[in-house]
């Protein structure tokens, strides 16, 4: 069993910036680690996601050109650092490793087999 831990939330102000990290307990060369989030009443919405290489990284659109996702291999540790944050940013984010050779799109949760229990971001307009 992957035990994933996430740490990094808060509450901050429209426009600031914040970084999360995953701490993932043992990972294989082929796995997918991704972030989501999610609000209550509303289905839990991909974020972004990094091959464990570093070499391929995908982002939903709501973040595209204000979070990056990033990953030490050395540390087992996939980071987010998200800048210029908004309100609609508000929500739990939780971190997932996928399982490999899963034919699941990147942005789909069926494809992440582990998950951690997420971390808050409130961001204040």
């Known amino acids: 069993q992957v035990q994933v831990v996430e740490s990094g939330g808060g509450l901050v102000q429209a426009g600031a910036s914040l970084r999360l990290s995953c701490i993932v307990s043992?990972?294989?060369?082929?796995?997918?680690m991704a972030w989501f989030r999610h609000t209550p009443g509303k289905e839990r919405e991909f974020v972004a996601a990094?091959?464990?290489?570093?070499?391929?990284?995908y982002y939903g659109d709501p973040v595209k050109g204000r979070f990056t996702i990033s990953i030490d291999n050395a540390k087992n540790t996939v980071y987010l650092q998200m800048n210029s944050v908004k309100p609609e940013d508000t929500a739990v984010y939780s971190c997932?490793?996928?399982?490999?050779?899963?034919?699941?799109?990147?942005?789909?949760?069926?494809?992440?087999?582990?998950w951690g229990q997420g971390t808050q971001v409130t961001v204040s307009s």
């Open positions: 997932a490793v996928d399982s490999p050779g899963s034919a699941e799109s990147i942005s789909r949760v069926a494809r992440y087999a582990s």
């Open positions: 043992r990972t294989f060369s082929r796995n997918v």
């Open positions: 990094i091959s464990w290489s570093g070499g391929s990284t």
